[in-house]
């Protein structure tokens, strides 16, 4: 089993940046990737960033340019760095982690809201 707890979320002004860290404990060996997703109030969770072990990254396309995922696989935290934040960006934002054991699963942190005002 794993568990993953997010900081760092809260209120900032517009063009403020924000730094989501995610923290993995238990049974992490075997991790394939780990990412963040988001859910803007009234829509559907949606992808954010992600990084295989292989160290590659994709972003979603409102990420591209202002946030940073990063991935420190010995102390099992993976960060988010986001710059120039919009309203838009407003929303619960959620760690995620993709092990084999040996099947793939999937494991979600509870979500750390981030609200961004204009």
């Known amino acids: 089993q794993v568990t993953l707890v997010e900081t760092g979320g809260g209120s900032v002004q517009a063009g403020e940046s924000l730094r989501l860290s995610c923290a993995a404990t238990?049974?992490?060996?075997?991790?394939?990737?780990m990412g963040w997703y988001r859910r803007p109030p009234g829509k559907s969770r949606e992808p954010v960033a992600r990084?295989?072990?292989?160290?590659?990254?994709t972003y979603a396309d409102f990420a591209k340019g202002r946030f940073t995922i990063s991935w420190d696989k010995a102390k099992n935290t993976a960060d988010l760095q986001m710059n120039d934040l919009k309203p838009e960006d407003t929303a619960v934002y959620f760690c995620?982690?993709?092990?084999?054991?040996?099947?793939?699963?999937?494991?979600w942190g509870e979500g750390i809201q981030v609200t961004v005002s204009s």
């Open positions: 995620n982690l993709d092990r084999w054991d040996p099947n793939l699963s999937t494991y």
């Open positions: 990084m295989l072990r292989t160290d590659e990254t």
């Open positions: 238990g049974s992490v060996f075997g991790t394939a990737a």
